[in-house]
């Protein structure tokens, strides 16, 4: 310490949007059969649904490829608008394969689609880590897929969606878990998701802002199954991100599980702790978007309530277009160390990132 | 031969602060009290089908509860032989006396409102709300009611709601969140449309269940989970009288939110007011901002308390959702009952308590 | 401070399983025979004052892993009626938080009637008084056995 200015820390941005420009980039990863079969029967997209083009969240202002391709698509657009600030960003892709209800077909295309992430994406550039996508109707198949991909040092989390046909701690999902352990891998759980349930617990809303105000109501039960489930009791080692929730009301989610739980324990006995403590442990949640109020000490007392800042990741969600970016909603009210630990630790000691040592991001240098 | 020592209930009578419980469980004692209330049509229909609702058993629950009589206090159950909640003596003994209350709402949870059978549902909600004048409203001052109404057909429930609206007692109308549709859409616009203008509020009360599984992740497993998620349709029942606009099409519409929690309402308001920032366009039938809606419309209960894990974090949150928004209920009979004395694990400053005990309630219901 | 002594209940008086809820200097006390062994909890849970002792006996349900249920202790557990907190009622001590919540427990023992007269116990409960005095609606039996508890 000379006094020379502490190096910027190179953030590591948790939740960044990776886009497929067009179904025909999979069809090298296809066999035969099921690229005639999108062909023949005119299978032109899978792009979800969950951000409406023209709707502003959908879109950052410039993050639309000259290419004409859905945002998210361009390599080169992502270099300058997200890597450059970066230590690594860690791919979401959306694709949704997970709407497919032919268990074949769905898996065939997640491994094109892994396959084209590998080619098109981290090869290509080495800040870039990314999700695996998996069938997730059929648990076994999904395992199957982390297998596959689980030893690719550039894949670094399961990729989940919110919104799924049963909740994520029943058993059936729980080959997934234990392909995701053996392989060091937090399992991602991200907002979006359609499936035969009705987007709202009270059934189908009118608008895409219900929609999207509802996905962090998912986020919450899916919690509490994952809780009452005992998955983290049966899978010590498992973590779960949860990706593009919302923050802030994870303290009343566990205010009210607590309390339940201290009455009605006796139904889940294997959960032998309070689910807080539980959740603390094996729980982190990217801070795009925060949902938090708008002043300092409000954000001062968000953190209190949360208990602690090891639970949150940086994230930009990339290209998504949110009110407030993540340092004006949440970093710049937080402590240096605090934003040292969102921005980076946190990140390091949840996926499998490598070795990091150097105190500006650059371990292969420290 | 041996007396032994008297058994007799622990004191807790210790301090008189008005108050107002918005959220009492009156029970019907069986399908036989109803008869008397029902036409010979419903009658024989009682007879041949009965109560067929969304689930498949023909009596209890799809996730059983952690006691019998729909999840009751233990020592609720009147010496009387009735089920909890079933016995006005009982419940002046254990509730209204004990504790001193000066104004009860009760909300009868008889599910008519879930029946399939939409005009048995509106014959079973006529049935109960006479019931309810006659063995509750009628014999104790202290009490009032909420309308129990076929809210999954508007129509039928605007009428049931015209047809009451004269009659003493009561006070609310009552939805349960777990609905087929979510609540802002325009199935139920006449239901609101008639509380508006008799200027009855909407209390909607935590339970209910259609076909839509509890969770938009599907059936979970216990009911630990289902007492746990129905904050969740609490929070999408916000979102959906919010954004489709209900507040705008019928100003002077007011809702309380009846045993749902609240502390999940403060960060839902910071979320949907950023993305009422983002996302306006869509919904140009808004005015203002989504929790502008809320403060200026609804109004929660209490029960089932907030209990933090560091108790002084409860301060924070009634802070930041305003006191004003809050009315005390005990939700009696039910096993998670909240004692007056005892719910808040903090001290309340004085004029807060003065606010959740009795004065927003007062103000709310119009006592 | 000296110990009171208070007689509660005849033995036959609380069956196993039995409960018999007793007030004592102005608390509320609960007295239970679990096979034959007499215990006494305060009636009121340390959560929100509810009254314990009116709850439900139960066993004990620990699992080791999801799907796996291990029955402990049956009959042996109380549940508050009103939240449903577990109480071991052999030590007081609540399942979930054991070092920080308990409910107080009293010592309780069977003494047969003629011990007590003859001793002199302080026989406060029930309107009976110290000595070999019987009180009206309380007779102490020579030949009698008695739960008696300690305060």
Known sequence: MNGAPAPPIRPIDCDVHNAVPSIEVLYPYLEDHWRDYLVERGVTSLEPNYYPRGLPISCLPGARPSSGGPPGSDLDLLREQVLGGVRYAILNCLYSIQSIHNEDWAAAMATALNQWQVEHWLDLDDRLRASIVVPVRSPGRAAEEIERWGDHPGFVQVLLLARSSTPYGKRHHWPIYAAAVRHRLPVGIHAGGVTENPILPVGWPSHYVEDYAGAAQVFQTQLVSLVCEGVFGKFPELRVVLTESGVTWLPALLWRLDKNWKGLRSEVPWVDRPPSEIVREHVRLTVQPFDGPRTAEGVRRVMDHLGSDELLLFSSDYPHWHARDPYESCLRHLSAESQRRVLRENSLATYRLGPETGPDGDGEHG | ?367 | MKKKLYVVAEVDEIPPGGRKIVEIERRSIGVFNINGEYFALRNACPHAGGPLCRGLLTGFLRSSEPGQYTYLRRGEFLRCPWHQWEFDIRTGQSWLDPDKTRVRTYQTRVEPGQALLENEVELMGSGLTKGPYVAETYPVHIDGRYVVLEL
């Open chain 2, 1 to 367: 031969m041996v007396e032994g020592v008297a058994e007799r209930a622990p004191e807790r009578t210790r301090r008189r602060t008005t108050i107002i419980d918005c959220d009492v469980h009156n029970s019907v004692p069986s399908d036989a009290a109803l008869r008397p209330y029902l036409p010979a049509r419903w009658r024989r229909y009682l007879d041949l089908v009965g109560h067929k609702g969304y689930h498949s058993l023909e009596r209890g629950y799809a996730y059983p509860k952690i006691s019998p009589g729909g999840g009751a206090r233990v020592d609720a159950w009147p010496p009387s032989g009735g089920v909890p909640g079933s016995d006005l003596d009982f419940m002046r003994e254990q509730l209204l006396d004990n504790y001193g209350i000066e104004i009860a709402v009760l909300n009868c949870l008889y599910r008519a409102g879930e029946q399939l059978n939409d005009e048995y549902a509106d014959a079973l909600a006529t049935a109960i709300n006479d019931w309810q004048v006659e063995e509750w409203t009628g014999r104790d001052s202290r009490l009032r009611a909420s309308m129990v109404v076929p809210y999954e057909a508007g129509d039928l429930a605007a009428k049931e709601i015209e047809r009451l609206a004269g009659t003493p007692g009561f006070v609310q109308v009552l939805v349960l969140p777990r609905t087929r549709e979510p609540l802002g859409r325009r199935r139920y616009w006449p239901l609101y449309e008639a509380a508006e203008h008799y200027g009855i509020p909407v209390g909607i009360h935590f339970a209910g269940l259609t076909g839509n599984p509890i969770t938009s992740s599907g059936w979970p497993s216990y009911y630990l989970e289902d007492h746990t998620v129905m904050a969740q349709a609490f929070q999408s029942q916000v979102i959906s009288l919010i954004f489709e606009g209900v507040f705008e099409r019928f100003p002077r519409l007011r809702v309380a939110l009846v045993e749902g929690g609240f502390a999940w309402m403060v960060p839902l308001l910071w979320r949907l007011d950023d993305l009422y920032e983002r996302l306006h366009e869509e919904v140009p039938h808004l005015r203002r901002r989504p929790s502008e809606y809320v403060r200026e419309h609804m109004r929660m209960t209490t029960q089932p308390m907030e209990e933090p894990e560091r108790p002084h974090h409860l301060l924070d949150l009634i802070e930041q959702l305003g006191p004003e928004m809050l009315m005390f209920s005990t939700d009696y009979p039910h096993w998670d009952f909240d004692d007056p004395n005892r719910a808040f694990q903090v001290r309340l400053p004085e004029e807060v308590k003065s606010k959740v005990f009795h004065e927003n309630a007062r103000g709310f219901y119009g006592f």
